[in-house]
Structure formats: C-alpha cells, structure tokens
C-alpha cells in the first residue's frame, strides 16, 4: 500500500477529499470552512467541489447539527464541524434528544448518519472557554460513538470510517496534534475500524491506556521507564465508544498494572469507566491499584506556566507508574 508522509491537517483533509470523491452524498457544513477563509482540514475542498459542497454557515452551532442531522434523514451524509469543543454544548440538544436517539425510536427504520468533527484547543494558552476537552460528555450516550486518533494514519483511516459509519459519530482532533507528521496510506479505501484499541508500544510489566495527545506523553513516559528497567506497554483507544474492551482486559492480565492517561479532567473522565472496566474483569491479576493520570479538576489557566501544570506529562506518568510498584510491595 502506498504511503506518504504528511501532517495530521493534510492526512485529515486527504480524507475528507477523498470521501467527497467517493460518493455525492458527502458534503461539509461549519463555520470558516470554505476557501478562502479555511485553513484547517478544509482548506481547498470548497474551490474543488464548489460550495453547495462545502458550505460556510452563521455562528450558530445548534443549527449547523441541526441541518446536518435533518440532511442524514433525508440520505445524505453530512460532515459537520464545531469549529472549538467548547461550544459543542450549544449543540447539546441536538446530538443527545436527536441524532442519538433516532435509531432507536423509529425501531432502526431512520438513523442519522452525521459525522461532528470538533477541535480541542487545550495547551494553546487560549483560556478556560476555548480548551476544554469533552468527550466524556458523549460517551454517556447511548447511539453516540466518540473517535479521538492521535496519529496523521489513524486520523485519515478513523475519519473515513466516521463518515461512512451508520451511527452519529464525535470526531475529536487535538489543535496540537495538527503539525505532527507520520505515514499516511494514500488508498482511498483505506480505514480504520471503529471500536478497534491500537498497541503502540509492546510491553510486559504496565500498561499505559491512552488517546488522543496523551498517547505521545505515555510513550516518552514508557521511554524514560525502559531506562528504569520497567517494560510499560502502550495502548491507544483511537475510539472511545465503542471501547475495545478485549484488548485492554488481555494486556492487563498479562502486565498485573495499568495507567490510564487522558487529557480531560480526571474527575468523571474517560478512565474512571476503564479503570471500573479492568477492575471488574482483571480483579484477580492485578499486582496494585489502577492509577489514572489526566487533567487536574481546574478551569484551564490562560497564563501557559499555569496551564502546562494541570495536562499530563511524561513526569507525570513515570511518577504513577512507580506508585503502582511501591503499592505492590508495600502488599497494596
């Protein structure tokens, strides 16, 4: 399979252009996303497509997933965007009494196949309003599926499947992540399974579970731990809803310790469901308690000394790490 290398921006607009491509039902809908005001993602798709295609709309988040999902009634396959995640509660209603729920209330005779892709902007000293990382909001939700890639190849392989997945999905990209460079297979049949955890790193005596930017933190952190004599094994979701259960319940029985790794606040985060998840099923092999390592339960600071305190960080990670093996010889 041909690859090339390219940023997580090209690979991502390499994915929409080629579902564009692929199929008339396709089409954007966001605020600044046609030329010549797009630069993200979108950039060039509405000059090649035009712009009944990839539509510029008002500031109105309600209405932009609100039109999507009425187009997803009516056959098409619409990619919106919320332009910053923390505005994606406008939408709120629209997602969770709406897009969610159609499947099941029309007994599967009408779904709404939208795909929301959304920026995390945390990290970037943009301030408590413009940082927030939410995807746990809609992993509450039954009918939502949650995607967050942390690689130029997942993001392109991940979104393909978005698009043309059944179900509404949540596409979650890290503005930070946008630069990073990898391989990237130009196919364009090419996608990632939904629901499917990746092992990034092979290890035999801790498991990191990770996603997003948080994963590149736990392999500098599984990095500074092999220097230390500890294998630590690296684990990304890639999707949060549907969670690949079997792939961490297998590397945990065969590590006895996990480190759940998430850029969103700890408190009622992504890793207290895992880390209920491994306790329930891995009780027995467990050589220490789960630890969690995430955002510390603050707004997020605008001040970047303040705010590069509460993410997690490869420091941050080695310390839990060797917790779970003081724990274990202090018998817990």
């Not at 035009?50 to 999902?69: F, K, M, N, W």
């Not at 939410?134 to 979104?159: C, N, Q, Y």
């Amino acid at each position: 399979m041909d690859e090339q290398q390219m940023s997580m921006r090209e690979a991502l607009n390499l994915a929409l252009d080629q579902a564009l491509a692929a199929d008339d039902r396709v089409f954007l809908l966001g605020e600044d996303i046609a030329d010549p005001g797009a630069s993200g993602p979108t950039a060039g798709l509405s000059t090649k497509y035009g712009h009944d295609r990839v539509l510029d709309t008002p500031i109105s988040e309600a209405a932009i997933v609100g039109a999507a999902i009425g187009a997803a009634i009516d056959g098409l396959l619409p990619v919106a965007e919320i332009m910053i995640m923390d505005f994606i509660g406008i939408a709120a209603d629209q997602l969770i009494n709406n897009a969610a729920k159609l499947r099941f209330m029309t007994a599967g005779r009408t779904t709404a196949p939208i795909t929301v892709r959304t920026q995390v902007y945390g990290g970037l000293a943009t301030g408590a309003t413009h940082s927030q990382t939410l995807e746990a909001w809609f992993m509450h939700i039954p009918g939502m599926k949650v995607v967050v890639p942390s690689t130029p190849r997942d993001g392109k392989g991940l979104l393909a499947s978005a698009i043309f997945d059944e179900d509404p999905c949540l596409f979650v990209e890290t503005i930070r992540l946008q630069a990073q460079k990898g391989s990237v297979p130009i196919d364009p049949d090419f996608r990632v399974p939904l629901g499917q955890a990746d092992v990034k790193r092979a290890g035999s005596d801790v498991t990191l579970i990770s996603y997003g930017r948080s994963v590149g933190e736990s392999l500098a952190a599984a990095q500074t731990l092999q220097d230390q004599g500890i294998s630590a094994e690296v684990i990304d979701l890639r999707t949060l809803v549907p969670l690949d259960v079997d792939t961490l319940v297998e590397s945990v029985r065969r590590t006895g310790r996990a480190v759940v790794v998430h850029d969103a606040v700890q408190f009622a985060g992504p890793g207290a469901e895992i880390v209920a998840v491994l306790q329930a099923e891995c009780f027995g092999e467990l050589a220490a308690p789960i630890e969690r390592v995430a955002a510390r339960f603050v707004p997020t600071p605008a001040a970047p000394a303040l705010e590069a305190q509460i993410y997690p960080s490869p420091a941050r990670i080695v310390e839990a790490v060797e917790r779970t093996f003081e724990r274990a010889a202090a018998g817990g």
